[in-house]
């Protein structure tokens, strides 16, 4: 049995939607860097939303961030209340991330934003759109900010494109 940290995040599933926290967990710890999927703890019995054998509670971690997945039904669903911010480094790092977090029933919102399969709101953010928006000039950072509000997922080339004035 692994000893789990202080303080982690606790993400409610529903098992009826793409299999819930163990299926979720696995697919991060697939796609994202520093992330694992650890102890895997099954129900003893029935419970609201599952069986008997289910995962209950799925430790695992994203981006080295301790995180619990609990199982625990339909009437609580996440949202853009809480979101991972992913930052990036490149165009192909951006796009990778956000077109496996949209895939299979996830969806696109504005702004770098997109939410996953399960619900889990995402902001994927490019390290130039962040830099933009702290430029030390205001004509700067309003142009990047005013592109950033057109996109729906973050183009690196037209950030840097606005931050220079060059849109």
């Known amino acids: 049995?692994?000893?789990?940290?202080?303080?982690?995040?606790?993400?409610?599933y529903d098992t009826a939607v793409h299999g819930g926290a163990e299926s979720a967990a696995r697919f991060y710890a697939d796609l994202f860097p520093d992330s694992h999927v650890g102890e895997v703890s099954r129900a003893p019995g029935d419970f609201?939303?599952?069986?008997?054998?289910?995962?209950?509670?799925?430790?695992?971690?994203?981006?080295?961030?301790?995180?619990?997945?609990?199982?625990?039904?339909?009437?609580?669903?996440?949202?853009?209340?809480?979101?991972?911010?992913?930052?990036?480094?490149?165009?192909?790092?951006?796009?990778?991330?956000w077109d496996a977090l949209i895939a299979d029933g996830g969806r696109a919102l504005a702004c770098g934003w997109c939410v996953d399969r399960w619900g889990l709101r995402w902001?994927?953010?490019?390290?130039?759109?962040?830099?933009?928006?702290?430029?030390?000039?205001?004509?700067?950072r309003a142009r990047v900010f005013a592109a950033m509000q057109t996109m729906v997922r973050i183009d690196i080339a037209a950030i840097e494109a606005a931050r220079r004035g060059e849109l």
């Open 1 to 12: 049995m692994t000893t789990r940290p202080k303080a982690l995040i606790c993400l409610w």
């Open 48 to 97: 609201p939303g599952g069986r008997a054998g289910d995962a209950l509670v799925v430790d695992f971690t994203v981006l080295g961030i301790a995180c619990m997945g609990l199982n625990g039904g339909a009437h609580a669903q996440h949202s853009d209340a809480f979101s991972f911010q992913v930052a990036t480094d490149s165009q192909a790092e951006t796009d990778r991330y």
């Open 123 to 140: 902001q994927i953010t490019p390290r130039a759109l962040s830099e933009g928006m702290s430029d030390p000039d205001p004509a700067a």
